[in-house]
Nanobody
Framework: QVQLVESGGGLVQAGGSLRLSCTAS????????MGWFRQTPGKEREFVAR????????SYAYSVKGRFTISRDGAKNTGYLQMDSLKPEDTAVYYC?????????????WGQGTQVTVSS
């Protein structure tokens, strides 16, 4: 089992920055790919970014590419999502995911989510 806890969400003005953290416990996080999704009321969970466990390759949703950066620190068992140039449409609950394989909406482990609100 892997337990994931997100932190770092909050209220920020448009154009500002936030850094989300996802701290894992229970297993060696380096054996898992990790990623971030987000969800707003009434909508399906949306892919944001992911980073491969094996190669460290990253991929991003088109809507955040160039503004968000995903990374991980194996020594701290923690993953990060640096969010810059935030827009009101980035407002959502952000969820961290981990999986021994590829990150998808059906990934095995999920955190409880952290709210990000971007004001205009």
């Amino acid at each position: 089992q892997v337990q994931l806890v997100e932190s770092g969400g909050g209220l920020v003005q448009a154009g500002g920055s936030l850094r989300l953290s996802c701290t894992a416990s229970g297993r060696d996080f380096s054996n898992y790919s990790m990623g971030w999704f987000r969800q707003t009321p009434g909508k399906e969970r949306e892919f944001v970014a992911r980073i491969s466990r094996s190669t460290g390759d990253t991929s991003y949703a088109y809507s955040v590419k160039g503004r968000f950066t995903i990374s991980r620190d194996g020594a701290k068992n923690t993953g990060y999502l640096q969010m810059d140039s935030l827009k009101p449409e980035d407002t959502a609950v952000y969820y961290c995911a981990a999986d021994p394989s590829v990150i998808t909406p059906w990934s095995k482990y999920w955190g409880q989510g952290t709210q990000v609100t971007v004001s205009s």
